[in-house]
């Protein structure tokens, strides 16, 4: 998975929520763009989770199998 493609879905206007898929098989959910934030050189990503708990994933984009587009399939990647 390239940072572009994850920068290009992130910008995309309205906002569609996505899903981040990871080797692991965890899928990690961005809901809204204020809930990512990517580091100057692309790598690390972190992804703040909806909650009490204020929890947040840092993501190495090696790790990145597959970018969802929650709702519209017509966006799927």
């Given amino acids: 998975m ?3 493609e994850l920068r290009t879905l992130y910008a995309k206007r309205p906002f569609c929520p996505f899903v ?3 080797a692991d098989g965890q899928a990690i959910p961005v809901e809204h763009p204020e ?3 990517i580091g100057p050189e ?3 990503i972190f992804v703040f989770r909806v ?3 204020r929890s947040f ?3 190495d984009m090696s ?3 597959t970018l ?3 709702g519209d399939t017509s966006l799927r990647r």
């Fill in 2 to 4: 390239k940072i572009e």
């Fill in 20 to 22: 981040i898929h990871l």
């Fill in 35 to 37: 809930f990512l934030a």
């Fill in 42 to 44: 692309g790598d690390p």
């Fill in 51 to 53: 909650g009490v708990d």
């Fill in 57 to 59: 994933d840092i993501i």
């Fill in 63 to 65: 790790l990145v199998t």
């Fill in 68 to 70: 969802e587009v929650m």
